[in-house]
């Protein structure tokens, strides 16, 4: 089966700083890996998602996630923190079908 | 009036009540998810509809009943509930072409909370 392992459950970090969250996955087969955020009191909403190809992902509001296959990771990544970025943050596998294994999550604090 | 749209947005019942979140998509999708989203917990599949058929019960317990009557609507029936079931719960739609890539849009959710 697969699963999705995001290290640590809440990042800080300061406005302009790079944000890092990081995102191991185990699959037996190739997988199709994707990032949602969560604002309080709303849905998840798509970030970006590896399917083939370039293994560097590019999404919205500036951030981008890397495929490793060697590493079996997919972290996310933005040069620059910005305080409407404090959110929660899912990394998630999926399985057969448009079924979606998701991690834990991972709450981003952004101080001023 | 685009995406996933769930009402309603909160709701408060005793455990003898009887209530049902309704959600609704307006993508032209065929495949529609309810989830359980905790406290301290991953998001939880509760059930899967493909086509109005349901294809995933993921061991959820009968007083969550759900209904698909056409590929835009989705309900969940709930009745006896219980105080563990207070929870935020999220409707999500996909093509339903069966390819893995297809990502999921997710409703707002429905906070319940369970007196």
């Known amino acids: 089966a697969q699963s999705v392992t995001q290290l640590g459950s809440h990042v800080s970090v300061s406005e302009g700083a790079l944000v890092l969250l990081r995102c191991n996955y185990s699959?037996?087969?190739?997988?199709?890996l994707f990032w949602y955020v969560q604002y309080p009191n709303q849905g998840l909403q798509l970030l970006l998602k590896y399917t083939t190809g370039a293994t560097l992902v590019k999404g919205i509001n500036g951030f981008e996630a890397e495929f490793k296959k060697s590493e079996t990771s997919f972290h996310l990544t933005k040069p620059s923190a910005h305080m409407s970025d404090a959110a929660e943050y899912f990394c998630?596998?999926?399985?057969?079908?448009?079924?979606?294994?998701f991690g834990k999550g991972t709450k981003l604090t952004v101080n001023p | 009036e685009t995406g996933v749209t769930q009402t309603p947005r909160h709701l408060v019942m005793g455990m003898t009540n009887k209530k049902s979140l309704k959600c609704e998509q307006h993508l032209g999708h065929n495949a529609m998810y309810w989830y359980k989203q905790s406290a301290k917990k991953p998001l939880e599949l509760m059930f899967v509809y493909n086509f109005k058929e349901q294809t995933e019960n993921n061991s959820v317990p009968s007083r969550f009943s759900p209904e698909c009557p056409n590929s835009s609507h989705l309900f969940l029936h709930l009745h006896t509930l219980q105080p563990e079931d207070s929870a935020l719960y999220l409707c999500?739609?996909?093509?339903?072409?069966?390819?893995?890539?297809?990502?999921?849009?997710f409703g707002d959710g429905t906070r319940l909370s369970i007196l």
């Open positions: 998630a596998v999926s399985e057969r079908f448009e079924k979606l294994v």
């Open positions: 999500a739609s996909s093509p339903g072409t069966g390819g893995s890539n297809q990502p999921q849009h």
């Open positions: 699959s037996s087969v190739p997988p199709y």
